[in-house]
């Protein structure tokens, strides 16, 4: 890995990071007004928004520069779509396995895709 593409990998780890830090304060929020079972959940389903975005960063920052321009293009659809799929494929085994509170997973989600959003500018 380059220089150019470990700054922006790094980068993309500090969003990632906020993201998960946001996920996390939400679920311990949550365990304090409900209970443990929709802490968890919410925990696990903004994992599922967080874990698919970090292996689109591995894909994306492994090569870097004007000169492999076509790599970091082809690098960049296909993590976009093994993102996609891990997200699918984690979440309809989440809410098969009945293990964990619908409604909450989805909050958690949602915590973690807004919140990969909103991350601050400085990371940016």
């Known amino acids: 890995m380059n220089k ?7 980068t993309a780890c500090k969003i ?4 998960f830090l946001v996920v996390a ?3 311990l929020v949550i365990l304090f007004i409900q ?18 975005n970090f292996i689109l960063a591995g894909f994306l920052f492994s090569t870097a520069g004007a000169t492999q321009l076509k790599t970091t293009m082809r690098r960049f659809y296909r993590g976009s779509t093994l993102k996609l799929v891990i997200t ?3 979440l309809a085994i ?6 964990f509170l619908v409604g909450f997973v989805f909050f958690g989600f949602a ?3 807004v919140a990969h959003v909103l991350a601050p500018n400085s990371f940016h």
């Open 4 to 10: 150019l593409a470990l700054a922006g990998f790094l």
């Open 16 to 19: 990632i990071g906020f993201q």
């Open 25 to 27: 304060l939400i679920s």
């Open 35 to 52: 209970n443990k079972d929709a802490a968890v959940s919410t925990l696990v389903g903004g994992c599922c928004g967080v874990l698919p």
């Open 88 to 90: 699918s494929l984690v």
């Open 94 to 99: 989440i809410l098969k396995s009945q293990l």
């Open 111 to 113: 915590v973690a895709l």
